[in-house]
């Protein structure tokens, strides 16, 4: 039969341009199958060799995006770290969790196929989907003009996990006096890019922000957009070597919400974190977006990460093990009782 | 901690909105629940109780979305079966590889969070995940202005079901004389929207569109936009006691590609499958779409199901057992020898 697609394509989606798509792609994908994948890619649905279990093992899963932030990647047509960001992003999800990664898969929209920013993402994903030993074992690719502005695209990861149900982190083994360590992030990781655009002036004629994006800020090295773009870190190998000692208690990935947002969801009834904010320098670039949009400190903390990207929570004598596991790892808490329903206590917070 | 959200939805992100909206839909998440699913929502990952597995389980997975037929739920304001669509599109997909569901993420990003339209869609990607025996595990809400067409969403689902490794189906034991048979769809399902809107005339002013959406076209009873958001059907009731039996050989969910692009998936080397277009009538909102549009036949049956939603190929000896299983099948075609490379041949396909 042959395939006419033309009124389809004229309609604003055209399937050539996603088969040849698809066709480029499967090599980069099957680089990250391993053993446990079965039969490829191409069928109905992704097959990937459960763990063995007895009952004892427990799949963890998480579905997240990217945010804004594929906006000003779109700007300046560096798609690569998108990839990246939306693995490592789920990768740490599951991780605060303590489950390692078994398989991922990915969902990429766009009003009209741009096959240069999409073989970017893949690029991108499947590096991240590599180092995280993790196998990408499907997707979709959706034209959905009349959806999405022109130009613009979305991109939605989805990642399965595996922990044994006794190694389960949740954060219900922390006591009075634990320590809380920060691991450092590269950035705005994947949130608040909505505020920091808005902040920065970003969101406004696209030539004029390409500009902005390409000069370097004051004290930095780097252009506005290197800085805005730099990928969401992986706490994967950092965490791992903790996990088989067993001395977690307790770990946030801090995300939307920020530390205070995150950090409480693990924190148990009767126990407040006690977070030190002169423990730790936030980045530049957190600093740059709060000035320029004048934007209150305990804003900035309730949005952004804030230059502490991870949080793990041990016993005192556990400490050290973390503190010379990390290099960017610092003490920026301790765990202490709490008469009422606050979880988290950031101190130092200023108003302004 | 205050929580100081003011520059963030002056940007487009209204922090509270989202959070009212997560807890109005935990109940109906956790009536998706059983005894697999662990410690609920609000953690960092789904917990899923793993199957027990001597390394025979094998996870199948997939990810999906409802395509542009959410403008035209947008437009109408019913949203309950774009949720419905999702899980049965994601359910169906999987049951093709003779997979059954263990649970389902989604991710929901919009412009500018309107909880209505999102419990609707929550209500119907409840319901199916009960009928469906899935638990609901987790997911994102995103609010991205400005990837986002005012008044837009997108919605993905992600799927992971199990099946023995030794009773997954995938075309491979298809033989020459085995029997097509289709099981009938709802109309459109979550495919083609785009070319379907374009022929309607349903990308014009949203007022017009809204008057031909409520229209009854000739010879229905129902309106042009009840007949177009028909959900999705999900075959999983119908195929699950042929699986019992044992006596599926292979299975197709007919989705974009047509007929032939995913029946054509699972036809093994040296096979092809002969489909009869005269052994079934399409849906007549497919004649309409076709005469609106002035469609190639050809372009309908390559990007519509054309009225079959499913295809199941079994020996001639078990045809019987399908066709009196569900009263919608019927014998569409057969598997015949090839001596090219041509996998499905349509007859009686006409070229106007």
New interface residues.
Partial sequence: ????????R????D?DAADLAKDQIAARVAATHNASV??GI??????????????D?????????V??K??IAALLRRHVGIGIDLVNHCVN??L??G?RP??F???Y?TPQLDPAALHQVIEGLTHACQEAGCAL????T????????PG???V?G?I???VD?QQ?I?GARIRENDIIIGLRSDGLHTN?F??A???LGL?ENADDVRKQLDREPAGSDETLGELLLRPHRSYLAAISPLLELGIVKG???IT??GI?GNVG??IPEGLVAEIDLDSWSPNPIFRLIQER?S??A??M???FNMGIGFVVIVNPDDATHVLTGSSDACVIGRIAASSDQ?K???AG?KDG
């Fill in positions: 039969m042959p395939s006419p697609t033309g009124a389809y004229t309609a604003g989606v399937i079965l039969r191409g069928l109905f649905g992704g097959f990937f060799r459960a763990p063995r279990s007895d009952g093992v427990v799949l963890v899963s998480s579905a997240d995006s945010g804004t594929v906006l999800d599951i605060a969790c489950a078994l398989f898969l990915d969902y929209a074992v499907g997707g979709e959706a034209q959905l003009p009349g959806i999405y502005q613009s695209y979305d939605a989805f399965v996990g595996a149900e389960i949740d608040g909505t505020l655009r808005a902040a969101d770990m946030a990935h939307g919400g205070a969801r693990i949009g934007i209150p305990p804003e903390y309730s949005v606050t988290v206590r950031l917070l």
